[in-house]
């Protein structure tokens, strides 16, 4: 099955041509590196422009996955570099990107050269800029869905591209947009959160958020507008970022983000400039033309969909004579806006495993799978798990079987084995502590199906340094790592939340150190079983009982 298919967004020849003449620049930069004829201090800037990093023991490769959504044929070749120029897998991150961690500089020009053969690149997954737009996992077929968001995530991906103002901005720049009921695409913890509307009568239109993000300082994301029209969203994007990029921070990096310009501002004050500035810039160059967004919607029509009745005989019988299936269609799939159909989570959290991870057979495997069981598409979730997204209930037995196969059957899609982990000091020059064992100490801890259905749905989200690239602020239960005199400490906060009741969570007692930290958790996790009423998750118990509660319980202290 082609790469170039509905739900996907197809390049054309200016697009390819334009990737090829990039990775031959590149490749002679590379050259001129190895040659000597660039310092490392020179290579930098243009290596971070494709999307390479210098990590502790090898170059690192980010790939660039728009909204999350990739072809069967895409991932196959994402295989087939992670087996020729890698260790033969792949890491999927919260950006809904994969990263190669073992690449050698040599190589970086010929992987470019096929990735661009199936219509991918490096370009914007790293420095000063506009970085890889991110969206709800399930869109185009979540129940409930009101707007696809994966539309304007693409218009904001042309619009931002090598756009020539912002490719230098104080900091990187963060933008996810939902347009679901449910908030799946974290927009409180981004630079920008959209969430898209229907304002009736077949109009849309965009609630926008700015300032939220993690890091150093956390913050989420205040209301800047309501109900913008769509002929305006570029308009006032625009408008944002040429107010950041004019007064965001550039003395201090600790401070560059637009999340500290508002904070200090004040987004009042902000709102009357980026106001004044998108009343100045707004008219025919800036408008969002109904045509245009037609246009691009075309290339994300639902996939051929049967006509197939809302209850499934033998799917129900499937799930009556098998409780291990029962339980993973339960936890791992979700309801389609289409009658007989399912989306379903892959996890990449096996009980003991590296979160994030899929080998190239695994990725081949699913390659396979998608065009088997969902029309050639699939996505990346920013919890690090895979999607297919419109799934034949009565194929998911086939596929739940064909997934165990190959280890990719864990039932725990947002259960307390699902955890979200960074590199931590396994691979990143800025990490202080190790993440990766840890979260997979967490996981075979807990890893008895039974004891995971009994705890419910419980977010642990683990961090190796403050830039918090883990997201752990946002954690039901939430590790952070530090270096504390030469030794691994690790901070414990409790009650955090990415979704739509977004908020930060709180340190519930004194830092530990690495062999503590497995154990705290059990005895926050025993805590909550004692506590939670009937119907409690883990972070509404908190948010009824407080953190002091917990803090007894597993600190034995109430100070």
């Known amino acids: 099955m082609s790469h170039l298919q509905a739900g996907h967004y197809q390049y054309d020849e200016i697009d390819r041509r334009f990737l090829t003449e990039r990775v031959e620049q590149f490749r002679r930069q590379v050259e001129r590196r190895i040659a000597g004829e660039l310092s490392e201090a020179e290579f930098r800037p243009i290596r971070l422009m494709n999307g390479l990093y210098l990590q502790l023991h090898a170059y690192m490769l980010r790939v660039a996955v728009p909204y999350g959504v990739l072809s069967s044929a895409q991932l196959r070749q994402l295989a087939s570099i992670g087996r020729q120029y890698d260790r033969g897998y792949g890491h999927f991150t919260t950006r809904q990107n994969l990263q190669f961690n073992w690449i050698k500089l040599v190589d970086v020009p010929a992987i470019l050269n096929d990735l661009a053969k199936v219509d991918m690149h490096a370009i914007q997954t790293s420095g000063n800029c506009i970085r890889n737009v991110t969206t709800d996992q399930f869109a185009g077929a979540a129940a409930d869905e009101v707007v696809d968001p994966r539309v304007y995530a693409e218009i904001i991906r042309q619009w931002s591209t090598l756009h020539p103002e912002f490719t230098f901005l104080p900091r990187k720049f963060k933008i996810a947009i939902t347009g679901a009921t449910t908030d799946r695409a974290a927009i409180a913890i981004h630079d920008v959160g959209i969430r898209a509307r229907a304002l009736g009568q077949g109009a849309v239109g965009f609630d926008i958020f700015v300032g939220g993000g993690l890091g150093r300082s956390p913050f989420l994301a205040k209301s800047l507008r309501a109900e913008l029209p769509q002929a305006d969203l570029l308009a006032y994007l625009e408008a944002i970022l040429r107010i950041y990029n004019q007064y965001g921070r550039r003395d201090n990096i600790y401070k560059a983000r637009i999340k500290i310009l508002v904070h200090e501002v004040g987004i009042d004050a902000l709102r009357e400039q980026i106001d004044a500035e998108f009343e100045r810039i707004r008219g025919p160059k800036y408008r969002l033309d109904p045509e245009i967004v037609e246009s691009i919607r075309a290339h994300f029509a639902s996939p051929p969909f049967e006509d197939l009745p809302a209850k499934s005989p033998a799917f129900e019988?499937?799930?009556?004579?098998?409780?291990?299936?029962?339980?993973?269609?339960?936890?791992?799939?979700?309801?389609?806006?289409?009658?007989?159909?399912?989306?379903?989570?892959?996890?990449?959290?096996?009980?003991?495993?590296?979160?994030?991870?899929?080998?190239?057979?695994?990725?081949?495997?699913?390659?396979?799978?998608?065009?088997?069981?969902?029309?050639?598409?699939?996505?990346?979730?920013?919890?690090?798990?895979?999607?297919?997204?419109?799934?034949?209930?009565?194929?998911?037995?086939?596929?739940?079987?064909?997934?165990?196969?190959?280890?990719?059957?864990?039932?725990?899609?947002?259960?307390?084995?699902?955890?979200?982990?960074?590199?931590?000091?396994?691979?990143?020059?800025?990490?202080?502590?190790?993440?990766?064992?840890?979260?997979q100490q967490i996981s075979a801890r807990f890893a008895d199906p039974e004891q995971q259905h009994l705890i419910g749905e419980l977010k642990i989200k683990m961090s190796g340094c403050i830039n918090a690239c883990g997201h752990h602020h946002v954690g039901h239960i939430g590790v952070l790592g530090v270096d504390k005199h030469g030794v691994e400490t690790y901070q414990i906060t409790v009650g955090g939340s990415a979704a739509d009741d977004a908020v930060l969570g709180a340190v519930v007692g004194p830092a530990v150190g690495y062999d503590e930290v497995v154990a705290k958790i059990g005895r926050l996790v025993d805590a909550y079983l004692e506590l939670r009423a009937p119907g409690e998750r883990f972070v509404d118990t908190v948010a009824r009982l407080g953190v002091k509660a917990f803090r007894e319980k597993a600190y034995g202290t109430a100070a």
């Open 317 to 439: 019988a499937a799930l009556a004579r098998d409780a291990v299936f029962a339980r993973w269609a339960e936890i791992n799939t979700v309801a389609h806006r289409q009658a007989g159909y399912a989306a379903v989570t892959i996890s990449l959290k096996p009980p003991g495993g590296i979160p994030g991870d899929a080998t190239s057979d695994q990725m081949d495997a699913v390659a396979d799978l998608a065009e088997r069981f969902s029309f050639g598409e699939l996505r990346v979730t920013h919890e690090q798990n895979l999607v297919l997204a419109h799934v034949r209930r009565d194929d998911l037995r086939a596929l739940w079987q064909e997934l165990g196969k190959h280890g990719l059957d864990t039932a725990n899609a947002g259960l307390i084995g699902d955890i979200i982990a960074c590199p931590g000091l396994d691979y990143c020059a800025l990490a202080s502590a190790r993440s990766i064992s840890l979260a």
